[in-house]
């Protein structure tokens, strides 16, 4: 029985297989973005990965900058920066304490600024650094706030 269990083992291994679930593995999959925005509510990871359109924020209205990453590792450093032109307005950085199959991150007002937001055009910012080195540097489409 144990020599059975110990050939398995090694068919597994040399297949690559795993039996860990797949969150779990080391290995599973590449560190990439899935969505980056700016929309006028918190959203949800449920409402993005459904791919409706969401709206977009106005002068008078809530904006949030969201990011949904996925394969992230245990010590990254991500941040999401809602920015005015080259200007940062307001941004939300955490280091994760652990591997993480999937993380949103937001950063924004659901409030409206006095007078309405400045004028100008804006982008969702998302940093993503691994061992102190920048390994995602990536910014959304800019949305006039009419």
């Not at 904006?63 to 940062?88: H, M, R």
Request: with cysteine.
């Amino acid at each position: 029985m144990k020599k059975r269990l110990l050939a398995a083992a090694i068919v597994l291994g040399v297949l690559g297989l795993s039996i860990l679930p797949h969150n779990l593995c080391a290995e599973s999959g590449e560190t990439k973005v899935l969505n980056l925005g700016l929309t006028d509510h918190k959203v949800s990871e449920e409402e993005l990965r459904k791919g409706d359109k969401l709206s977009t924020p106005h002068f008078n209205t809530p904006a949030v900058a969201y990011v949904l990453a996925t394969n992230l590792k245990k010590g990254d450093s991500v941040e999401i920066t809602l920015k005015n032109g080259e200007a940062s307005l307001l941004h939300n950085i955490q280091e994760l304490a652990e591997d993480q199959a999937s993380l949103l991150l937001q950063a924004g007002k659901t409030g409206v600024p006095a007078g309405g937001w400045p004028e100008g055009t804006y982008t969702a910012a998302f940093e993503l650094k691994r061992d102190g080195k920048s390994l995602i540097n990536q910014s959304s489409a800019p949305v006039p706030f009419d």
